[in-house]
């Protein structure tokens, strides 16, 4: 993870230490603080919280370089905490013996079924019989997609082979195919378009109903995978699929890939949504379950 968040670290927040270290908070020192958290993506409302944080605590006081550190971190721990602290959830929770089903969405190109097919495997490495639902029948290739990366970790991958292209029937069916093997965890591939967000309403809303139904004891997680390289306007579309979707959380990925790694921090500030995962590459195993404290120690130390 260290390695993965090099960028944000080196480019932006290895600065940020250096003047949190400093001591008492000058303005100039706030004006600095302001423009590199800006910078590192975290946006205009976390950054205003977080120095509105430190500056209560380091105004006047004589701060020990390592203890404003220590409190910069414990700031940036307890605002990832916050939405995961409120729904008790911590990171890969599918419960034993009972169907969960995790909804997946999110633009094309944000990392979905790469996202899916590293689930399946953690899930399928930590012990639960999976599934994978191959829903978003909108994109042809995604299917087939789908299906590489399900042979890769050996979960199978419930698809409609004929014409009828409704995702709500191959939902429909992968529950059925769940019920009758005892699946544990089902991954279901769902829509990510965007240009009609009456469309992917309808869509999403359909499949909630579909699952209400047929799996009324399901454990149902409905998470957006949101591609980190975006920053600021990937936050964008979250909203939309927020208002689209009853989120539960959302997957950042290709945080190996950006400076940008503080849109964690402005996700769960605007959207009050938990990060459940982070990628951080573009391999299978290049998927953890997030832990604030992991994130928090690779960004700053
Ligand atoms: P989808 O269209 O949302 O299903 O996106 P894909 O899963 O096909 O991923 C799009 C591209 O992003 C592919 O080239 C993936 O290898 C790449 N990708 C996905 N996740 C990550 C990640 O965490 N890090 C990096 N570097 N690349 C990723």
Redesign the pocket.
């Known amino acids: 993870l260290r390695q ?1 968040l090099d960028k944000t670290r080196r480019s932006i927040l290895n600065q940020l230490k250096a003047i949190v270290g400093q001591g008492p908070l000058n303005q100039a020192a706030v004006t600095e603080i302001e423009a590199l958290l800006l910078q590192a993506d975290v946006g205009v409302e976390a950054t205003d919280f977080i120095i509105n944080a430190l500056q209560t605590k380091l105004r006047e006081e004589v701060t020990a370089p390592e203890e404003a550190i220590a409190y910069l971190k414990k700031i940036l721990r307890d605002m990832l905490d916050a939405p995961s602290i409120a729904s008790h959830k911590t990171s890969f929770t599918p419960e034993k013996e009972t169907l969960n089903i995790w909804l997946i969405t ?13 689930i399946a495997h953690l899930g399928q490495k930590s012990g639960y019989k999976c599934l994978i639902g191959a829903a ?1 029948t909108f ?1 042809a290739a ?1 299917v087939e ?1 789908v299906k590489v990366w399900g042979s890769r970790s050996g979960v199978e991958v419930i698809a409609n082979p004929g014409k009828n292209t409704d995702p709500a029937a191959v939902v429909f069916d992968a529950i059925a195919a769940a019920q009758s093997r005892q699946t544990e965890l089902l991954l279901v ?1 769902t829509a ?1 378009r965007l240009q009609n967000k009456k469309n992917l309403m309808d869509e999403l809303g359909k499949i909630r109903r579909i699952i209400d139904k047929k799996a009324p004891n399901a454990k149902v997680e409905s998470l957006l ?1 949101l ?2 390289t975006l920053g600021q306007n990937g936050l964008r579309q979250a909203e939309v699929f927020s208002q689209a979707a009853q989120l539960s959380g959302v997957v950042l ?5 950006t400076a940008k790694g503080g849109v964690a921090l402005a996700v769960v500030q605007q959207l009050g949504l938990p990060i459940r995962f ?5 391999g299978i195993e ?2 953890r379950p997030f832990s604030s404290y992991e994130f928090v120690e690779a960004l700053l130390s």
């Open positions: 993965g999110g633009v094309n190109g944000a990392g979905k079924t790469t996202t899916i097919g590293k978003d994109r995604a997609q591939d990510g995978v591609d980190a990925t290709k945080l190996d890939g982070i990628g951080a590459g573009e290049d998927l």
